[in-house]
C-alpha cells in the first residue's frame, strides 16, 4: 500500500489544517541544525501532501521525539506525532516486498535439490 | 374566528431558493380562518408593507401571520406595520422561515413542507392571540457607569453633557484606568497622560458627574429606567475631603514593601500612598494589609504628620443606595501574567517583562523615571527581543483563542521609542502575523522597519534561557528556514489580554450575556454592537472585546448616546407579553417566586371566589413592571395558574396540536 496523506494523518490523529504556521516548533526543536526538514516543514509538506521528499530523508531519524514541540504547541498540533507517523509508515513498507507462500510453488525450480531450497530461506528469510 | 391574513415572504432568493414560496401561501391560504394570503419578494420594503396594510384593509384582518426572517429581524417592523392599519400589534405572529428553515435546508420538497408546517402553527397561535397593551415605566434620570478607564470616562462625559447625572464606580483608589499607566499611543506617538490626566480632570470637576472611587458595585437590582444599585465603598482609612493630596504622609511612613500596583510591581510604594502624581481624586489611601498601625496598633505616623487632620484608621466600609435608569459596564481588561510560560523564564528572569510592565519602563512616571534599563543590572540593554501572541491565538489551555488586537502596534511602538532614545539598542520582534488594520497603522509598523531598523523575523521564539550575563533566545526564522540563537539583555511578551476578573460577577449581577472568554456580548454584532442583550444595560470599551483607544472612545460615545436616548425619555413602555396569575388555580406553593431571577413575583393574601365560595387565600401576585416575561414561573406552576401573555398555555398547545396534525 503506497504510503499518502491520509495514511500518515489516521496514523498519527494529527489534524495538521490546525496550524497557524508560527513556527514555535522549530524555534524549540533541539535537533533542529541536524535536520534537512524542520517540524513546522513537516507539518506543512503532510497538509500539501508533498511526501516524496520526507520519505527519503533522513529528518525521520534526527527527531529525538523530545515531544518538546508538543508542549509548546499553541494550537495542539503535535508535529511530532506527524514525524513518527512519517517514520512508522516508512518502516511498515519496508516489510511489504515479502512473497506470499501461495506464490512461491510456481517459482520453484524442480531441478533444484530441496536441501538448497529450504538453505535459502533460512538464509535470506530477511 | 380570527380572520387571517397569511403573508409570506421571499427574503430575495434567501427563502426563494428552498422554499417554494407560492406553494407555502397557497397551502396557507386553504388553513381555516384565513381569508387572504400571498406572497412577495421583501415583504419588509415600502411596498411590502403597504401591501399588508391594504390587505388589513380591504379583508378586515383581524390577525396577521407573516412567514419570513427570524422575529429578532422585524417582529417591531411588522408589528409597527400592522398597527399603523388599526390592528393591535400584538394580534401578529412570525414563523421564521429563513434562519430555521430554507438557510438550514437544501431539498425544496421537504423545506416547502417544514415551511407550511411553521406557518400552520403560526396560524393556530395567532387564532388565540388577544390584544395587549404596553406599560408605561418611569425613567429615573440618572446613569451608572461601572469603570473609570477611558471608556467609564468618556461615556460619563458625554452622558453629563447631555445634561443627566452620571456616577463613576471604580474599584481603584483613581480613575484613568490602564491608559494612565501607558507611556505613548501610537500610531502618533503622543504622551498618553497628556491626553487622559486632562480627562480625569474634566471628569472630576463636572457638576453632573459623581466619582465613587475605591468602591465597587456590591449589587443591581430592577429594568430598564429603574435599576437600583448598591454601591460598596471600601474604607480609604483617609478622610477624603480633607485630604489635600500633600503626599507629606507617603514621605513618612516606614511600611514601604508594598509593590507599586500603578508600576505594575515593578517598584514599591508605602501603605499609605497615593497611586501616582496626576491621581483622581488625589487623595491618599491606605492599604489595610501593609499598614502597621491597622494590623498592630502601633505607629500612627501619617496621622501625626497630616496637617488636614484627614487621617482615620476607624473608617468602615460603607454602603451607599443609588437608582439609576441605565447601566454602562466599562470594567476593562488585564495583560495575563505569563507565568504559565516556563520557557520565557517570565518568572525566573527579572529582564523578561510583559509588555504593559515595559511600558511603565519606558515611562517618565515610572520606576526608572524613563530611562531605560534592564531590571536586574541596571544598564542600558543591547539588544531587545519582543516576542509576539504570547498567550493569544491557541488552543491549548493556557492560551487564549482571540488575537489581543493592539499588540502588534504596540510592539511596533515600544521598538520605535527604544531605536528613538537610544539608536544603538537593537530590537528585534518576533511575529506570526503583523496585524495593522487601522488608519496610518501600517504605515507605522512599515516606518518602524525602514526608518528605524527594527528587525522583524517572521517566526516564534521557542525558548530562552539564562546564559553568562545574558539571556540566549533560541527561536525559528521561516523565511531563511534557519533556527536562531541570539544573544538578548531584555526579552518582552506582548501578552494576551483578558477581561477584568470583576467582569464576571457584575455580568452574573446584571444578568448581562458573556462569551466563553467573559468579553460581554453585544445583543447584535452588527447592528447593536454597544448593547447588552439585556435592556438598559451598555458596553463600554475592552469589557465588550479587544480594542485600541480610539475604538474604545468611539464605543464609548455611541454606548453615551444609548444611554441619552434612554433617560431623555419620560416614560418607557414594556414588553407586555408578560406572566399572570390565576388567583382562583394558584395554590400558594411559592415555587414561581423561587425561581423568578428577576424577583417579580410576590405573594399576598387575596379574597378570592371559586365556585360560589368567598374566602381569603395566599396566592402569588406578578409585579408587571419588573416581569420579563421569560416564562420559568409558567412552567415551574404546578396547578396551572400562571401563564404568560402572548405566549399562554393554550396558544403553545395549538401549535403543538398544528404541527402533530
Known sequence: MAIDREMILQISGVNPKLCMKCGKCSGTCPAYDGMEYHPHQFVSMVENANLEPLLASE?????LSCMACIQRCPRQVEPAKLIEAVRLAVIRQQGCDHLLPDELPALLDPELPQQAIVTAFRKYKK | MQKIGVFVCWCGSNIAATVDVAAVAEALGKQPGVVYATDYQYMCSASGQNLIKDAIRDYGLTGVVICACSPRMHEATFRKTISSAGLNPYMLEIANIREQ???????????TKKAITMGTAAIAKVQLNTPLTQMKSPVTKRALVIGGGIAGMQTALDIADAGFEVDIVEKKPTIGGKMAQLDKTFPTLDCSSCIVTPKMVDTAANEKITIFSYAEVENVTGFIGNFKATIKQKPRYVDAEKCTGCGLCTTKCPSKKSLNEFNMGLNTRTAIYIPFAQAVPLVATIDPDACIKLKTGKCGLCEKVCEAGAIDYAQKEELIEREYGAVVVATGYNQIKPVQYEEYLY???????TSLEFERLMSASGPTAGHLQCPSTGKLPRHIVFIQCVGSRGTACREKPYCSKVCCMYTA???????DHYPEVECTVFYIDVRTPGKNFDEFYRRAVEQYGVHYIKGMVGKVEQ???CLKVQASDLLDNRQLHLEA????LAAAIEPDPSARKIGTMLTASMDTNDFFSEAHAKLRP???PTAGVFLSGMCQGPKDIPETVSQASAAASKVIGVLSKDFLLSNPCIAHSDPTLCNGCSQCQNVCAYGAISYEDQMVVDKGVRETRRVAVVNEAICQGCGACTVTCPSGAMDLKGFASNQIMAEVDAICN
Open chain 1, 59 to 63: 529528518s525521520l531519524y534526527t527527531c
Open chain 2, 101 to 111: 428553515c430554507s438557510w438550514i435546508h437544501k431539498d425544496r420538497e421537504e423545506a
Open chain 2, 347 to 353: 518568572n525566573q528572569s527579572r529582564d523578561v517583562v
Open chain 2, 413 to 419: 511602538k515600544h521598538a520605535m521609542l527604544v531605536k
Open chain 2, 467 to 469: 546564559g553568562d550575563g
Open chain 2, 489 to 492: 539583555d531584555m526579552v518582552v
Open chain 2, 530 to 532: 454597544v448593547e447588552s
